[in-house]
């Protein structure tokens, strides 16, 4: 897969010379007992699909020039949309804060018939960087509901995929936890149908759809193929890490579903784990007594956020850094054909 053409500086994994203010950073006690290792997941950090959405946003400046207006955070990742607003790129809530006519780019999450609808009407020139793989779960849902059936989306309440995913058809219900599925008003043998958010908790997805096969017996989906490859490729990581240290950290937004999975499978495995944004985020506190390290990071993460969250451990005396192994992911999305043929 092409790493994407942001600039983020990367950090070497060399161990800098202690200094008096470095080694201040931590306790006496906790620097001495931080000699472990710290192990890698692989894989870990940018999918394809946030590949993709970060290079359509870069490609439209370039086409465009700045302004190029951005519906929602184009991948859930502050630190990515803070390199891309400061090329030119806007950030909003809502297609009515964009001027007519303005280039905009909606996010890797996807949107609802109504966004596209408001887009065209205010003469909007649209690049749609929605993940190919949540755009086949739109596709899905409106497959569905042709059919007469009640479709019900299992995601989280509030996620921008999920609201995009819930406003591709009429009366789409959202289903987040079992207790959720046994409250649903739905006859037995109603005709129903179900889809899932790209980046949930395998687990966690699994004991709901079996809740739904329990309850319903004209039920249709596609078990936990929505999930998408990247997701399934980082918890499976992340799992296998989790055998092997201490203490595990995620390195991601707080606001990306994708990390927060992460952080729950190696707690799920008995590790501590814990979400931080960057380096400033790990507590010396939760290194005491760790003779591994774990290292892991969302599909929506930078590569240098986890060397610099590398560098901090070393920093402050481990290594060394080893990567396990893991899936080599080769996957990668075409850009939209309106980049293609404004670039020819």
């Known amino acids: 897969m092409p790493p994407s053409n942001l600039t983020l500086q990367p950090v070497a994994f060399s161990k800098p010379r202690l200094s008096a203010a470095t080694s201040g950073l931590l306790p006496e006690p906790a620097l001495q007992a931080v000699k472990a290792q710290v192990l890698l997941a692989q894989p870990r950090g940018f999918c394809a699909g946030v590949v993709r959405a970060i290079d359509i946003v870069e490609r439209a400046l370039e086409l465009y020039g700045a302004p190029v207006y951005v519906h929602h955070e184009i991948v859930h990742n502050g630190h990515v949309v803070q390199m891309l607003r400061e090329r030119g790129a806007v950030f909003v809530d809502s297609v009515d804060d964009i001027p007519l006519g303005a280039p905009t780019v909606f996010s890797a999450h996807g949107v609802s018939h109504a966004v596209v609808a408001r887009s065209a009407a205010r003469g909007l020139q649209v690049i749609d960087a929605t993940c ?124 990306s579903s994708n990390s927060a999975r992460l952080r729950e499978v190696a707690q799920q495995a008995g590790v501590p784990a814990f979400l931080v944004a960057d380096e400033s985020g790990v507590d010396p506190a939760w290194l005491r007594g760790a003779r591994r390290i774990g290292v892991g990071a969302g599909a929506s993460t930078p590569e240098v956020l986890v060397q610099r969250v590398v560098q901090r451990l070393r920093e402050w005396g481990a290594g060394p850094v080893v990567q396990l192994p893991g899936l080599e992911e080769r996957i990668s999305f075409r850009l939209p054909l309106a980049l293609i043929e404004r670039a020819a």
């Open 132 to 255: 190919p793989l949540v755009s086949k779960v739109h596709q899905q849902v409106q497959r569905y509901a042709q059919q007469g059936r009640a479709v019900l989306v299992i995601g989280h309440p509030g996620h921008q995929e999920v609201i995009g995913t819930l406003g591709r058809v009429p009366g789409a219900r959202l289903v987040s936890s079992v207790a959720e599925v046994q409250a649903l008003q739905f006859a037995p043998d109603a005709p129903l149908a179900y889809v899932t958010q790209t980046t949930l908790s395998l687990d966690d997805t699994r004991d709901i759809i079996a809740a739904l096969h329990e309850r319903f017996a004209d039920l249709q989906g596609p078990d936990t193929d929505d999930i998408c490859y990247a997701t399934q490729n980082r918890q499976a990581a992340v799992r296998a890490l989790a055998a092997e240290v201490d203490v595990v950290f995620i390195v991601g937004a707080n606001n």
